[in-house]
């Protein structure tokens, strides 16, 4: 169904007088600033909702379950006369 990718699968996105469409379904998770904390890509057209928790359970175990490592800390340099 795709000239470049022989994966990809037609979906319907549920809208009358609208195309068919082809490809994957990408969710990216960013934080205010923009940055981007996960992102996922699924093959054809799964549902929205179900999706949600796995994200937040995916953010909340990378960053608000680590504690930081002792190395990560920034470094304060003594000046040098």
Do not use: W
């Amino acid at each position: 169904m795709s000239l470049h990718d022989g994966d990809a699968d037609p979906f319907a996105k549920g809208q009358l007088g609208k195309p068919v469409q082809f490809g994957y379904k990408a969710q990216v998770v960013d934080n205010d600033d923009g940055i981007v904390l996960d992102h996922t890509l699924h093959q054809g057209n799964p549902a929205d909702a179900p999706q949600l928790a796995p994200a937040v359970e995916t953010c909340h175990r990378r960053y608000l379950t680590q504690t930081p490592d002792r190395n990560s800390r920034p470094r304060l340099r003594r000046g040098t006369r």
